[in-house]
């Protein structure tokens, strides 16, 4: 994989390398690592996009056995399953372009209404306060933050 801006990627053409003994090895506009889904671009657009449906869908099955568990036990759940998958590597997320980061506070306002046990169109509120959760942008720069202050 070669990374660098687009005006640069679009000039350079390299399908890929032939190693001695005929071996061919070639290149590809992303690479998966630790979970982290890398473009050539840095735009992390292709892992915010595979994020997002992989919540949206955890989502959907815990919603589909919503009347089986409390309230406590639904945060529980969603924060174990949806919350953490946020968190991995956030701060990857940081100078994120804002269509991305709306993206993925779509994914924390569905598990909040998950939790909270609201409709795909109710209106969220104060449901994140109240859950005492921060929005995506702010939760990146806290956990980069705590991050550098443990240095």
């Not at 892992?47 to 919540?55: F, G, I, N, R, S």
């Not at 959907?60 to 639904?74: A, G, L, Y």
């Amino acid at each position: 994989m070669i990374i660098g801006p687009p005006h640069i990627l679009n000039q350079i053409n390299i399908g890929g390398i032939i190693l001695p003994g005929n071996i061919c090895i070639r290149f590809t506009s992303n690479v998966r690592n630790l979970g982290i889904t890398v473009d050539n671009k840095l735009s992390f657009s292709t892992h915010v996009t595979a994020l997002k449906k992989d919540c949206f869908r955890l989502i959907r099955n815990v919603v589909k056995k919503r009347f089986i568990f409390s309230n406590d036990q639904m945060k529980l759940i969603v924060n174990s399953i949806v919350a953490c998958r946020l968190d991995y590597c956030n701060s990857l997320y940081f100078g994120l372009n804002d269509s991305l980061l709306n993206q993925l506070q779509l994914i924390q306002n569905a598990a909040a209404k998950a939790v909270v046990g609201l409709y795909k169109h109710d209106h969220l509120g104060e449901t994140l306060k109240e859950l005492h959760w921060l929005p995506i942008k702010y939760r990146v720069q806290f956990k980069l933050l705590l991050l550098v202050y443990k240095c």
